[in-house]
């Protein structure tokens, strides 16, 4: 295993206030983390760095084999190399159907002019119904995506990302208002995704992070706190002050 | 595979089997549209004075005419606007500079014919200088000038200022936007910016010594230098020509809004940053979206001119624009067909209420000149589409089309409240 991701001495203050404070992260490439932390730790923020929305005020940012700097690109750039962003909130085109959805996340040239005279190839279909298949939306393709359910949605999300096909994939809160039932979909889904990529979970609910079986990183206050397994962490003074202190 | 794919073909029927069906064929509304637009065209030419039985004036036929490129410049605002989220209110500042850019080649060869007309019979031949030096105190005389700006270089020449028709509104538009995409400056901060672009040139055309005739702006379009044709005919020419870029520009919105780049710069309308972080760069997008608009409005000018006979700086003033907004608007955005309906529509009625034709109201204490009170009832009728029919007047075709097939899922299926009702029927 090789390093995908590597943060080292990342800033950035927001007005003075320091949402991350000298935060270094790193991740393989077929490794599945979960970043947990309370409120204001800085978990979006990290994301926010990574994906290009924001820029750090210190600290670099290095990604792959060739350890080319982010901190450089646009966001779409950053896509591009391969980097995945779900958000909390589940944010698909609810316009328009699922099939379109999903073709349009597709992993192909992306410039106004090849997508102009592009034709989804049959390759491209075949490959769209395998991906709704994979979330279990095959029987909703030809649906608007805004008359899915919340959770049909968030998967909708999922497998738009698995159609970007990146390297690494950040996701915000999967399992945020989802039934049990969808939580342990998602669960699969994750895990699923995270034999072949790199998966970062940021999640708030204990519970759902401790399904997921991987290596937690504790954020606090725009750093890292603890790093470990689930229980490593759980039991780590710091982290139960943090979580139970306030 | 093959299993796959025939699951997709029963669950997704318009993306199922290759797509052998031409475009136009698959999208019925590009089909129907252009049928209306034919019989349209078709119908006027009869009823004309030029080629028909003369019911229909020469005078109407130009306004006609005129409505025709305001549907297509309508087109293009719904593209920019409906489609792609972007609330541009300076697409008159691009119409203005196609009509601007015929508009001088119409004037510097009819005043050429008519100088070397009236050099004739003098005693020695003209030089080239005389008949130059002829036309231009012609032509600037009015703002007090007897020689050539710069900016005419190209007039004498047709094909160079038909390509000035698609250039200059592309060109602007490609810089302006992007300028201000690049900046990533989006909605009402767009808005006001693409206000003050329309407002900066339609001012510096107003000087007279921008070399346009500043307010005086470009007179006598409507003849078309060289041509004995009668206005009645050539107002016909003018018609067709209007009705065939209509066409030619409805099929081009419909093709670019119906595939992949459709679903994209939907997205883009929809949710910006989400598009941005599936890779595509929202800004490329944009400016293509933006600078197509530009030239589609230019080419709509350059059409719209001739027939208006006259151009001058106050059509680019800033509220032209807005009217194109409240034309989209009213016919309902995000639908080609209801920009076309809102600005046939609206510029029509306007042109009835302003002309003096529309009767005046006499409630006893005050008398109501539609004249002076259209604007208002515009201004309402924009308001009131705006608050409670979103969807404007093409939205009309949607509940047609809900009537024709009723939703009774979950309705009662008879006295009988012991049966599974839909559930039973589906299995």
């Known amino acids: 295993m090789s390093r995908l991701l590597e943060v080292s001495g990342v800033s950035v203050s927001f007005d003075g206030f320091k949402a991350i404070n000298n935060l270094s992260f790193s991740i393989d490439t077929a490794e599945l983390r979960a970043v947990i932390g309370p409120n204001g730790a800085g978990k979006t923020t990290f994301m926010d760095i990574v994906t290009g929305k924001t820029r750090p005020d210190e600290g670099s940012v290095l990604w792959g084999d060739k350890s080319v700097s982010l901190l450089r690109m646009s966001e779409a750039k950053i896509a591009q190399a391969g980097v995945g962003r779900k958000f909390q909130r589940p944010t698909v085109f609810e316009d328009q159907s699922v099939f379109d959805n999903l073709l349009m996340a597709l992993k192909n040239n992306r410039t106004p002019w090849s997508v102009l005279f592009y034709k989804p190839s049959n390759a491209d279909k075949a490959r769209v119904v395998e991906l709704a298949e994979e979330i279990g939306l095959e029987q909703q393709l030809a649906r608007k995506s805004g008359e899915l359910s919340h959770g049909q949605k968030q998967w909708l999300e999922i497998g738009m990302l698995l159609a970007q096909e990146p390297q690494l994939l950040l996701v915000d809160e999967p399992a945020a208002g989802m039934t049990p039932a969808e939580r342990e979909h998602t669960t699969d889904l994750l895990k699923e995704a995270a034999k072949t990529r790199a998966v970062v979970v940021v999640e708030h609910d204990m519970e759902f992070v401790r399904r997921l079986e991987c290596k937690v990183t504790v954020l606090h206050e725009g750093s890292v706190l603890a790093e470990g397994s689930i229980d490593h962490v759980t039991q780590n003074k710091e982290v139960i002050e943090v979580y139970l202190g306030r | ?427």
Not at chain 2, 143 to 158: D, K, Q, R, Y
Not at chain 2, 202 to 221: E, I, T, W
Not at chain 2, 312 to 328: F, R
Not at chain 2, 397 to 425: K, M, V
């Open chain 2, 1 to 427: 595979m093959t299993d796959q794919t025939s699951t997709l073909s029963a669950s997704y029927p318009d993306g199922g089997a290759p797509r052998a069906k031409p475009f136009v064929m698959r999208h019925p509304s590009v089909l129907i549209f252009l049928a209306c637009l034919a019989i349209f065209t078709v119908g006027v030419t009869i009823l004309s004075e030029g080629f028909g039985i003369g019911v229909i004036s020469t005078s109407f036929i130009k306004t006609l005419g005129k409505t025709l490129c305001l549907c297509l410049v309508a087109l293009a605002m719904d593209l920019v606007w409906g489609y792609t989220g972007i609330l541009s209110l300076g697409h008159f500042a691009f119409f203005g500079l196609g009509g601007y850019a015929i508009g001088m080649w119409l004037m510097y060869e009819r005043t050429r014919l008519i100088v070397v007309d009236s050099m004739a019979n003098a005693a020695l031949p003209p030089t080239p200088q005389e008949i130059s030096d002829g036309i231009a105190t012609q032509i600037f005389g009015v703002v007090g000038a007897s020689e050539f700006p710069p900016v005419w270089a190209t007039a004498h020449s047709l094909p160079l200022q038909l390509l000035a028709v698609v250039l200059l509104p592309g060109l602007l538009a490609l810089v302006f936007g992007w300028l201000a995409f690049r900046s990533r400056v989006t909605g009402v901060y767009l808005s006001i910016l693409t206000q003050a672009m329309t407002l900066a040139l339609s001012l510096y055309l107003f000087q007279n010594d921008s070399g346009l005739r500043g307010n005086n702006g470009l007179s006598g379009l409507q003849n078309l230098p060289g041509v004995s044709a009668p206005q009645s005919v050539v107002s016909m020419w003018f018609l067709w020509g209007s009705a065939l870029a209509l066409g030619l520009g409805y099929v081009l919105c419909a093709w670019v809004v119906s595939g992949k780049f459709g679903s994209v710069i939907r997205g883009i309308r929809d949710d910006e940053a989400r598009v941005r972080f599936l890779g595509y760069s929202v800004e490329g997008y944009k400016l293509f979206v933006f600078t197509l608009t530009a030239v589609i409005a230019g080419i709509a000018g350059a059409l719209y001119y001739p027939q208006a006979g006259i151009i001058n700086p106050a059509e680019i003033a800033p509220i032209a624009s807005i009217y194109l907004a409240v034309w989209v608007a009213i016919g309902g955005r995000g639908r080609l067909y209801g920009a076309v309906i809102g600005a046939a529509f609206v510029s029509l009625v306007s042109t009835w209420f302003t002309g003096g034709q529309a009767p005046d109201i006499n409630l006893g204490f005050y008398t109501i000149h539609w004249v002076d009170w259209w604007l208002i009832l515009l201004g309402l009728s924009f308001v009131l589409v705006t608050l409670f029919f979103p969807k404007g007047i093409g939205g009309i075709f949607d509940i047609i089309a809900e009537r024709r097939t009723p939703e009774r899922h979950g309705a009662d299926l008879g006295p009988d409240q012991g049966s599974l009702r839909e559930q039973e029927a589906d299995e």
